[in-house]
């Protein structure tokens, strides 16, 4: 806009010949802001920066109170009394330990499933394959993005149930299905994550030169040595970003706990139940708060790996 | 949410109508409808319709054809009355009680694990059951209720009720069971394949099981316990915790839990059962020998509300006979008028859901809150409250 304006005509003088040009207001501010670099890096991280403090940080900060409220028992009205109980039953009860713990547990499983699954593929898709076959294999990996989350749940709740597919197929081979369960559910996830997993360490491994690949065998590696001495430590933070989003994911969810988890609770499930149920918004922000600093605190690790900026 | 505008019913419609609905209207005095209003005071006749109504219900209690044509009580009701409707669904009790406290909404089907809540926070006015054609109707065994009615006051209109059964395979599990025991002291026989509905509101389920076999807990209502008494429920929860496969809230899910076998004995409702069967799955239920827990829905006014004449006019429609038997059919209930079994599709309706059976109907202890002031009438102990409930839900899932 301000550009425009500034090689804009202003409306041309009447031709009174003691008239000056003047320039349009403006041209005036473009002029300003040409001027003053401060001012123009303000007008440009105003906007971003209220985004970021009033939608991001502000409803960190309200979570974070309303976890140090409590709720009037009788008319289950959230009363704005200090206390904190909440965040102390959350911390000492160990109902809620033990279910932090499966949480991680389950986060952690998937996380592994999905990196175990997701480097041969990706390693496959980007090294290996044809151009053409490229394309094809990166829009199947995308593929199961376009389908509903619930939907895919509810498959697999199909697969997992007793003479469900997966028992049909195991039965040769004496395998029985899980049936619903925490092993289930991590099953599930590892599912429905995997292409998050898939597109960041495929990137990685675009990024590595083939170049590279050729030299070090000339040097005379072996394709493992290769693997295992030029290409993974450039992966790491593929993988590393490849990761976040797994263990985040996972240890919010809520939805494929209770579909196909029998009985197995999550922290989603404990936040969904007092926020849904109960109608106890402060213990259900004062478990929220667990995922929160558990992904802060991996984000602090990982940070000097780089794998942010993979993000 | 589902709004209706239909805009050439002008707001300043003539009341004529209106009057029809009236004519069981006692008046005693010359008091206007509309002075009811504040102090919660009890309206003692229903004047002109003001032209609109909003209504906060339970989806499937207000259809206008625009899910499916075919089923539509709405549209006949904005005919009579002049009341346009405007309709917002709520998925849970406590969703609902939020909503209410806005005080936008007319009307409130409220179940009893949401209606003391809303009486006690003065949400919801008395209602003047006189002035209801339809009330007197209505099964007796639903009318004056702690669900409904608080010292002596009538706070609605019934609308329809049902139990939470027990339901088992019957091919898978013998002998036919009889007694909560099946779910509780015996659900290590089907280890694994026990269900239970998943919400904190099953501990009154646990709780109604150790009243009639722990007689010394002395349990005189399942929603009404103290400390004590919840501890004891939430230990029987936990040790059948161990048997139970998957705790169902969602009734569809429940449905197919039992068609693959993966749950093979567990409550239910009754609509659960009729697509079961419907589908060809070998199930049935049994209302247990100690009685179950159910819900029982009232219709209620709010107490901010400024369409008390349509929302009146609306409690008396929604018990008359065709609007009771389309909507209980439609969502799976028992109806709260004993005419509407004449008037469902289904000649067997009354009878799959028993409706009319004040015997079956006594043996179910009906959704209530648990407060702390307890709902038996205890005043020398204080009752745990839901929220306490909730924690030991949690508890018990572990």
């Known amino acids: 806009?301000?550009?425009?304006?500034?090689?804009?005509?202003?409306?041309?003088?009447?031709?009174?010949?003691e008239r000056k040009p003047v320039p349009p207001r403006k041209q005036g501010i473009s002029a300003l802001l040409h001027r003053s670099p401060r001012l123009r890096l303000a007008g440009l991280l105003t906007a971003p920066a209220a985004w970021l403090i009033l939608v991001y940080i502000a409803a960190l900060a309200a979570l974070l109170i309303t976890a140090l409220w409590t709720v009037d028992t009788f008319t289950g009205k959230v009363s704005t009394t200090w206390t904190f109980d909440n965040i102390r039953t959350v911390l000492t009860t160990s109902v809620y330990q033990v279910i932090t713990l499966r949480t991680i547990y389950i986060a952690v499983a998937v996380t592994v499933i999905d990196m175990v699954i997701a480097l041969p593929i990706a390693f496959f898709i980007a090294k290996v394959a044809t151009a053409r076959w490229q394309k094809l294999l990166v829009i199947a990996v995308l593929m199961p993005l376009w389908a509903s989350y619930l939907v895919k749940a509810y498959a697999w709740r199909n697969v997992l149930a007793e003479g469900g597919l997966l028992e049909?197929?195991?039965?040769?081979?004496?395998?029985?299905?899980?049936?619903?369960?925490?092993?289930?559910?991590?099953?599930?996830?590892?599912?429905?994550?995997?292409?998050?997993?898939?597109?960041?360490?495929?990137?990685?491994?675009?990024?590595?030169?083939?170049?590279?690949?050729?030299?070090?065998?000339?040097?005379?590696?072996?394709?493992?040595?290769?693997?295992?001495?030029?290409?993974?430590?450039?992966?790491?933070?593929?993988?590393?970003?490849?990761?976040?989003?797994?263990?985040?994911?996972?240890?919010?969810?809520?939805?494929?706990?209770?579909?196909?988890?029998?009985?197995?609770?999550?922290?989603?499930?404990?936040?969904?139940?007092n926020v849904g149920a109960a109608n106890n918004l402060p213990l259900a922000a004062a478990v929220s708060l667990i995922p929160i600093v558990i992904i802060m605190i991996y984000l602090f690790v990982v940070r000097r790996t780089g794998a942010l900026n993979n993000l | 949410m589902a709004t209706r505008n239909k805009p050439y019913w002008a707001i300043s419609a003539v009341a004529v109508a209106a009057l029809a609905l009236t004519s069981c209207g006692t008046a005693q005095g010359g008091g206007s409808g509309e002075t009811a209003a504040a102090g919660g005071e009890v309206k003692t006749e229903i004047g002109a319709s003001e032209g609109k109504l909003s209504i906060l219900a339970w989806p499937g209690y207000v259809e206008d054809g625009s899910n499916d044509p075919k089923v539509d009580w709405v549209t006949p009701f904005e005919e009579?009355?002049?009341?346009?409707?405007?309709?917002?669904?709520?998925?849970?009790?406590?969703?609902?009680?939020?909503?209410?406290?806005?005080?936008?909404?007319d009307v409130i089907s409220a179940s009893g694990d949401a209606s003391l809540r809303l009486i006690a926070g003065g949400d919801v006015d008395p209602v003047n059951t006189d002035l209801l054609e339809?009330?007197?109707?209505?099964?007796?065994?639903?009318?004056?209720?702690?669900?409904?009615?608080?010292?002596?006051?009538?706070?609605?209109?019934?609308?329809?009720?049902?139990?939470?059964?027990?339901?088992?395979?019957?091919?898978?599990?013998?002998?036919?069971?009889?007694?909560?025991?099946?779910?509780?002291?015996?659900a290590e026989q089907n280890s694994g394949k026990v269900t239970a509905y998943d919400s904190p509101i099953y501990i009154a389920d646990a709780a109604l099981y150790l009243m009639k076999h722990n007689p010394e807990l002395g349990i005189k209502n399942p929603y009404a316990l103290d400390q004590e008494q919840l501890d004891a429920a939430v230990e029987l929860l936990k040790k059948q915790r161990e048997h139970v496969g998957e705790y169902w809230s969602d009734?569809?899910?429940?449905?197919?839990?039992?068609?693959?076998?993966?749950?093979?004995?567990?409550?239910?409702?009754?609509?659960?059962?009729?697509?079961?069967?419907?589908?060809?799955?070998?199930?049935?239920?049994?209302?247990?020998?100690?009685?179950?827990?159910?819900?029982?829905?009232?219709?209620?006014?709010?107490?901010?509300?400024?369409?008390?004449?349509?929302a009146y006019m609306w409690l008396d429609y929604i018990a008359s006979p065709e609007a009771n038997a389309a909507v209980a059919e439609y969502f799976g209930e028992s109806p709260a008028n004993p005419k509407a079994c004449e008037l469902t599709e289904?000649?067997?309706?009354?009878?799959?859901?028993?409706?009319?059976?004040?015997?079956?109907?006594?043996?179910?202890?009906?959704?209530?809150?648990?407060?702390?002031?307890?709902?038996?009438?205890?005043?020398?102990?204080?009752?745990?409250?839901?929220?306490?409930?909730?924690?030991?839900?949690?508890?018990?899932?572990?």
Not at chain 1, 181 to 190: C, D, F, G, K
Not at chain 1, 250 to 264: F, K, N
């Open chain 1, 1 to 17: 806009m301000a550009m425009q304006t500034t090689t804009a005509p202003g409306p041309a003088p009447a031709g009174g010949p």
């Open chain 2, 134 to 186: 339809n009330y007197k109707d209505v099964y007796p065994f639903l009318k004056d209720k702690a669900w409904n009615t608080v010292d002596g006051v009538n706070y609605g209109m019934p609308h329809g009720w049902g139990a939470n059964l027990l339901m088992y395979r019957a091919d898978k599990v013998e002998p036919a069971p009889t007694s909560w025991s099946a779910v509780f002291d015996d």
């Open chain 2, 80 to 105: 009579q009355t002049q009341c346009q409707v405007e309709f917002k669904p709520f998925g849970t009790s406590d969703e609902a009680v939020t909503l209410m406290r806005t005080g936008q909404y």
């Open chain 1, 168 to 273: 049909w197929l195991g039965r040769p081979i004496g395998l029985d299905s899980p049936g619903y369960s925490e092993t289930a559910v991590i099953l599930t996830l590892a599912y429905i994550w995997l292409p998050y997993m898939i597109l960041p360490i495929h990137a990685g491994f675009e990024r590595v030169p083939n170049s590279m690949l050729e030299a070090s065998g000339d040097l005379g590696a072996k394709p493992w040595t290769t693997m295992r001495l030029v290409m993974l430590p450039i992966l790491v933070p593929s993988i590393i970003a490849g990761t976040i989003f797994t263990f985040s994911l996972s240890l919010g969810d809520y939805i494929t706990a209770q579909i196909v988890g029998g009985t197995t609770q999550m922290l989603g499930t404990v936040v969904y139940a």
């Open chain 2, 251 to 310: 009734v569809v899910k429940e449905v197919q839990s039992f068609a693959s076998g993966s749950s093979v004995v567990g409550t239910t409702w009754q609509v659960g059962a009729n697509i079961a069967k419907a589908d060809g799955t070998k199930v049935e239920t049994v209302l247990p020998e100690e009685g179950a827990t159910g819900w029982s829905d009232t219709w209620m006014v709010g107490s901010q509300s400024k369409n008390k004449n349509c």
């Open chain 2, 346 to 398: 289904d000649k067997g309706h009354c009878e799959t859901y028993h409706s009319g059976d004040e015997e079956y109907a006594s043996q179910i202890w009906y959704w209530t809150t648990p407060v702390e002031n307890c709902v038996d009438g205890r005043t020398d102990v204080k009752c745990t409250d839901y929220s306490e409930w909730t924690k030991a839900w949690t508890e018990i899932k572990g």
